[in-house]
């Protein structure tokens, strides 16, 4: 019969042993390479990388932001601020199903073997642009960029002319990705009376409604001190119709010429695609302290390219009205519960529009995206 300490070092060798296994198990396991499925939907460059070998040697795994596209391959920010090129393969995993792939300002997991870095996952998004994709059968969401903080409409009180329609589609892809959202109304310096009065009526509107707005000249530096310590500590993407200024604003915050700027197009008076891509990139400091940039945080601002038309992804018409923040006082009262503002009896937005309570630009806005939501939803139950 075996003594207590032979019982004792008979039971360490087990426990060892069933390490062991386990240990050869999890080794077994990590040698085949997993199985993942993206989601339908899914769209982004992609190489034609096949699935790593077995046998190839992975010098290190680590954690990578996107800085920009080039072709099908990704421009990567490395933690010690060394930049470099990945792509993405088959086996990259997503924490975005259904949506983009890889953007711009995604924070991925890495690996460099013989095969160069590859994107092994993309980590789920803390906050995200996007719109639905345009010229594809199944529309997807097509997201500009991830991980942001700021989104700054940029509009244009000279040519392109003011719309406030495209301003608020992108309010509610902002209130949908989870960004805060500021306004900058560009070329005041070339504004006509007219013009400037209606720049004045925007701005007091939207400022009313809470959202900051800037009266800026990307020409003559007019508000780009102010829209720079809007923008100080944070993260921000600029978007808005092609020709409004965006480059040119960016240039002016940054000092130096980085963004690609364009004359606008003479025939039909809209804005050339000067920013084929975007791209983060980094303020330099400010000669004077940034009052709002608290801890000191990094300035990075993304000049996303210019839209003629901007299609918001999976709009719901139940939710329209929550992005309309005006309407909250007042639909409260409205007779009917659940009211949608567009046919209702005793409905108390539509009889404030008709006092002036809310403005008739930013209902005609509600209507249409309503209506748009509506149109989807009923798409979609059809194709179930």
């Known amino acids: ?22 240990a050869r ?24 990388v096949r699935e790593p070998n077995t046998r190839e040697a992975v010098t290190f795994q680590e954690t990578a932001r996107v800085i920009r596209v080039e072709g099908n391959s990704f421009v990567l920010g490395l ?48 906050t995200k642009l996007s719109r639905r994709s345009a010229g594809s059968k199944t529309p997807f969401e097509q997201v500009i960029i991830a991980n942001v903080d700021l989104l700054v409409i940029v509009a244009s009180v000279h040519e392109p002319k003011l719309r406030s329609g495209i301003i608020d ?24 009376p007219d013009e400037l009065d209606e720049a004045l009526y925007f701005r007091d509107l939207y400022r009313g409604i809470g959202y900051p707005v800037y009266l800026v000249s990307a020409t003559d530096g007019a508000g780009i001190t102010q829209l720079r310590d809007e923008i100080a500590g944070k993260t921000s993407v600029f978007a808005g119709h092609s020709g409004v200024g965006k480059s040119s604003i960016v240039n002016a915050i940054l000092g130096e010429e980085i963004a690609q700027t364009g004359a606008l197009q003479k025939k039909f008076r809209r804005g050339a695609h000067t920013t084929s891509a975007t791209t983060l990139l980094e303020v330099p400091t400010h000669p004077n302290p940034l009052p709002k940039a608290e801890g000191n945080l990094p300035t990075y601002i993304a000049d996303s390219p210019g839209v003629r038309e ?20 007042f639909q409260e009262h409205c007779a009917i519960p659940n009211c949608s503002h567009i046919h209702e009896p ?3 937005v539509r009889l404030a529009v008709e006092e002036d309570k809310i403005s008739i630009d930013r209902y005609s806005s509600y209507q249409k995206l309503f209506d748009e939501a509506k149109r989807e939803e009923t798409k979609r139950i059809r194709n179930q």
Do not use: W
């Not at 997993?34 to 339908?40: F, T, V």
């Not at 060394?82 to 924490?95: C, D, L, N, P, R």
């Not at 709009?315 to 929550?322: I, S």
């Open 346 to 348: 005793g409905c108390q």
């Open 310 to 329: 901007f299609a918001n992804f999976e709009l719901d018409p139940g939710n329209m009205k929550f992005a309309f923040v005006e309407f909250l006082k």
């Open 25 to 48: 198990s999890r080794r077994k396991i990590a040698r085949k390479p997993e199985r993942r499925e993206r989601g339908s939907g899914s769209r982004g460059p992609e190489s034609e």
């Open 169 to 192: 589609r992108y309010i509610v892809a902002a209130l949908d990705g989870n960004l805060d959202t500021a306004l900058a109304i560009n070329k005041v310096d070339l504004a006509s």
């Open 1 to 22: 019969m075996p003594e207590p300490e032979e019982d004792e070092q008979l039971f360490r060798e087990q426990i060892r042993g069933a390490h062991a296994d386990r």
């Open 79 to 126: 933690e010690n601020g060394e930049e470099v090129t990945a792509k993405s393969y088959k086996g990259t995993h997503s924490g975005n199903p259904k949506s983009t792939l890889v953007a711009v300002g995604d924070n991925v997991r890495i690996t460099n073997g013989d095969r160069g870095y590859l994107i092994e996952e993309v980590l789920p998004r803390r």
